[in-house]
Nanobody
């Protein structure tokens, strides 16, 4: 069972940028789709971005045009570049396989807070 460790979160002002990283404990080469999820206080966890092994990407409407997901199979790492951040992007961000039906365990996540 591959496990994931997220990092790169922090406090940023509206309009700022952050780059999140997700390090896998094993190879992600054979994992078809990897996703970044987020959970805001009092809200359900939601999928915000997906990248397939072939490099195809898909985004939630709320982040489209602002976030970019990528994966480096050689480094067993998935990234989320977040630009033009808004207060509503505040959440704990997690990475894991996609779709979520295949997920058996979650990492600690990384906190992103967008505030002036």
């Amino acid at each position: 069972q591959v496990q994931f460790v997220e990092s790169g979160g922090g406090l940023v002002q509206p309009g700022g940028s952050l780059r999140l990283s997700c390090a896998a404990s094993g190879s992600i080469f054979s994992i078809h789709a990897m996703g970044w999820y987020r959970q805001a206080p009092g809200m359900q966890r939601e999928l915000v971005a997906v990248v397939t092994s072939g490099g195809m990407t898909n985004y939630a409407d709320s982040v489209k045009g602002r976030f970019t997901i990528s994966r480096d199979n050689a480094k067993n790492t998935v990234y989320l570049q977040m630009n033009s951040l808004k207060p509503e992007d505040t959440a704990v961000y997690y990475c894991n396989v996609s779709p979520s039906a295949y997920i058996t365990t979650w990492g600690q996540g990384t906190q992103v807070t967008v505030s002036s």
